[in-house]
């Protein structure tokens, strides 16, 4: 067994925070949700980490939460995620309703999403492509930010944060507008050295660490124009920008490998409200590029080009529906690609929701994405949800989920030259899921308790391997099932102005490769897929201070 123990004791010390306000009056807001997912999400675990005004990544927000394992290559250097015991590319990360993940690679690396451009982290578990789209095999995570509201109202913050190893990180954030205008600005900038010192017993000597710096720095400009009140418009740009030098093993002391990543997202929104419901039209544009430097440099360019609808009426005080549409028009570019390397997706959805009662309801979903002159998995989704019994203090609720879920093979599976299949067939999952949540509140404390089990079956898994010319080659090959209990407790309570609170976290994951490269890796467990997880948290706040300590243990993988 190997146990990681990370313990972080954090003091808010440099945190700067600037606020002006003229008179406010407060209107009745046209709420902007960017297509939140929860009210249709019957029966799935859904979490909303909101987030503070730190410059933290992606990776470090999700780093406390169950069933989610990240492999980090080093300090900030590349994290990738296994959610419910899946690979890296069975997680959707989605922005303005749209899936963000590398149309080369399928996936993110959560180490380059910065979180002080967004104001909270939606996290689905389970499969959810009836709600979201390709990828969602083993979850998704919703990058949001606050309702718009349209006010007279001004505000600013300023974030500074310094620490060992030329640690270094900026951040700004202004928000203002009035009865027609709303704006906002996030900018930050980071940097690490991470020329820290260690011991290596592979060369028995005390080195320091070379060729592992990071530079991050992005901005998020947001304006929203209330035409009447009904109508409104919103534009918003999304850019980071990203350089690594890819930390090397300690025996490699002339390493210089280096990746320099720029990600541009543009979106325009249109938003209706009529008798036919609430509707968002919205186009948007995301363009990426990659350079992989070493002895020479290697560039990969993406783009896509989107429009997507979405409406969501409701019929009666029991009935809800959302339906709508998408287009995706992707290009790559690359020395690996054919020079005409175009490629258009499009899906149609459509959800309902019963409420039977006020305390139970019912959810349905249904997706049909069509890709490459083909149909991807057909993905339907029941669930339901509701309350066992409830008191003044406290309640117990039951939740079930059954759905089907899909991964579409990315650019590098199907045109790599030389070696794309073009006959790929689509990732295909069936899931289950169960769970039970508990709370109670006291005059003193709150109490909050989860346990919750899942059981996935996934066929056509992706895998390179060599084919008889011994280049590697993309295949439809494994077969995994997976097996999964998540229960977690949460206790908080006030003495004085003190807040107290302890979480416990603890995860047990099998997932079983079936039908693997060779006999040899078939029933055993998938690469880097703990068996045990468990996150421990003990913290405090008082004013603007927390004091926070983080325990976390995995197991073998």
Request: aromatic share 10%; glycine share 8%.
């Amino acid at each position: 067994m190997v146990l990681r123990l990370g313990m972080l004791c954090t003091i808010v010390l440099c945190a700067t925070r600037v606020f002006a306000q003229s008179d406010t009056t407060v209107l009745a807001p046209i709420e902007i949700y960017g297509i939140r997912i929860t009210p249709y999400a019957g029966g799935a675990k859904v979490n909303t980490l909101v987030l503070d005004n730190t410059v933290q990544t992606l990776a470090n927000s999700l780093s406390n939460e169950p069933s989610l394992y990240f492999k980090n290559y080093g300090n900030e250097q590349l994290s990738t995620i296994s959610f419910r015991g899946t690979t890296a590319s069975q997680t959707a990360v989605l922005w303005n309703g749209i899936n963000i993940n590398s149309p080369t690679l399928g996936q993110t690396d959560f180490s380059t999403v910065p979180m002080f451009l967004f104001d909270e982290v939606l996290i689905q578990y389970g499969a959810g492509s009836a709600l979201v789209g390709t990828d969602a095999i083993g979850g998704s995570v919703s990058l949001n930010n606050k309702t718009i509201l349209f006010s007279k109202n001004f505000s600013a913050m300023l974030y500074q944060q310094v620490g060992s190893f030329g640690r270094l990180a900026t951040g700004l954030k202004f928000n203002g507008g009035n009865n027609k205008w709303h704006f906002s600005t996030n900018v930050f900038g980071f940097r690490i050295k991470n020329n820290f010192p260690y011991n290596s017993p592979a060369v028995g000597f005390t080195k320091r660490q070379h060729n592992a710096a990071v530079e991050n720095e992005g901005i998020r400009q947001q304006i929203a124009y209330k035409i009447n009140d009904v109508q409104q418009v919103s534009v918003e740009a999304l850019y980071t920008h990203n350089f690594r030098q890819n930390q090397p093993t300690v025996t490699n002391t002339g390493a210089n490998e280096t990746i320099d990543n720029k990600a541009l997202r543009l979106a325009l929104h249109y938003d209706l409200y009529s008798v036919l419901g609430a509707m968002r039209v919205t186009v948007a544009h995301l363009g990426d590029e990659q350079e992989y430097t070493d002895d020479n440099s290697s560039l990969i360019s993406t783009k896509q080009w989107v429009a997507l609808l979405n409406v969501d009426k409701q019929l009666s005080d029991k009935l809800s529906v959302r339906w709508g549409g998408s287009t995706t028009r992707h290009e790559a570019q690359g020395d690996n690609y054919p020079s005409d390397l175009r490629e258009s997706r499009y899906d149609a959805f459509t959800s309902l929701r019963y409420d039977l009662t006020t305390r139970w309801l019912l959810t349905a979903n249904l997706r049909q994405t069509f890709f490459a002159k083909r149909y991807a998995p057909f993905a339907p989704s029941i669930g339901t949800q509701g309350l066992l019994y409830q008191t003044s203090n406290s309640h117990l609720s039951l939740r079930g989920q059954a759905t089907r879920a899909f991964r579409i093979p990315t650019l590098n599976d199907r045109y790599w030259l030389p070696v794309g299949n073009q006959n790929l067939q689509a990732e295909d999952a069936w899931q289950i899921e169960t769970g039970i949540n508990w709370k109670k509140k006291t005059a003193y404390i709150k109490i909050d308790g989860e346990l919750g089990y899942y059981k996935t079956h996934t066929t056509n898994m992706i895998v390179w391997l060599p084919n008889e010319n011994s280049n590697w080659a993309p295949i439809n090959l494994q077969r995994v099932n997976i097996n999964g209990i998540e229960t977690n407790i949460e206790v908080s309570g006030d003495v004085g102005d003190v807040t107290l609170a302890a979480k416990l976290a603890y995860s047990f994951t099998k997932s079983i490769n079936k039908k693997g490269i060779d006999t040899t890796t078939e029933g055993k467990q998938l690469p880097y897929v703990p068996l045990h997880a468990a996150r421990f948290m003990l913290s405090a706040a008082f004013s603007d201070w927390v004091f926070a300590l983080h325990n976390n243990y995995t197991s073998m993988r």
